[in-house]
């Protein structure tokens, strides 16, 4: 299959079960929530791949859009399944995440690169042999004062936060339908400045 007719594999990255889920880490499954949702599109167990899927069109492309079922650390194994599954080369895999060193609501995309202590992304690193692939970071912030980034990734957000969270959300599933549609140049001219 060719890259341009393979689908693509949207994964949001996030911890399962209730206690996590107002949490920063899982904004990865919020994003993939919204694009599911603009799809009219319903999360349904994949068989082989511990992770939930909604298999969607975004900007006219296929999309499978993911939410791993396993801990954010163990992410990597459902995702290489899912690229095995759908046969979706690594150029057509993105990576919804959390980001400390972004500001609180900024968007960055990038192609490859390391994982920056970010166990999700070590795991996928490490599960696919490849760090070529799509990230669309959501800027989280630091941690106020010398509060460990381990547990501030795993708090609820902030009163002001969970206000400006909804329209985050909004942005960063409108970047990566600008990521499928348009590229990887486009969409940083956008959501950069």
Same mark, same amino acid.
């Given at each position: ?7 693509w594999?949207?994964v949001g ?8 889920a107002?949490?920063? +880490? ?5 994003v993939?929530e ?8 319903k999360? $349904?167990? +994949?068989?082989? $791949?511990?992770a939930?899927?909604a298999?969607?069109r &975004? #900007?006219?492309q296929? $999309?499978? &859009?993911a939410r ?11 995702v290489?399944? &899912?690229?095995d ?7 057509h895999l993105?990576v919804?995440h959390d980001e ?9 995309l ?8 970010h ?15 799509y ?5 989280i912030?630091?941690?106020p004062g010398r #509060?460990?980034?381990?547990d ?6 902030s009163?002001t936060?969970?206000?400006?969270l ?7 599933a409108d $970047?990566?339908?600008l ?6 140049e486009r969409? #940083?001219?956008?959501y +950069?400045?």
């Open positions: 299959m060719s890259s341009d007719t393979a689908p594999l949207v990255l996030g911890n399962p079960g209730p206690e996590y107002a949490t920063r +880490h899982n904004i990865g499954y919020l993939v919204e694009l599911a949702s603009r799809a009219r599109g999360f $349904a167990t +994949h068989k082989r $791949a511990r939930a899927v298999e969607e &975004l #900007q006219g296929r $999309a499978v &859009l791993c079922s396993t801990y954010m650390n163990e992410s990597g194994g459902p290489k399944g &899912l690229l599954f759908y046969k979706v080369p690594m150029e993105v919804v400390l060193d972004i500001p609180f609501a900024a968007l960055r990038k192609l490859g690169g390391g994982d920056n202590g166990n999700g992304l070590r795991s996928i690193r490490r599960s696919t042999g490849s760090g070529d692939f990230r669309v970071r959501v800027g912030g630091r941690p #509060q460990d980034p381990a501030f990734v795993l708090k609820p957000w009163g936060e969970r206000k400006e909804p329209m985050l959300v909004v942005d960063a $970047a990566v339908e990521l499928i549609a348009e590229g990887l969409a #940083q001219n956008r +950069h400045a």
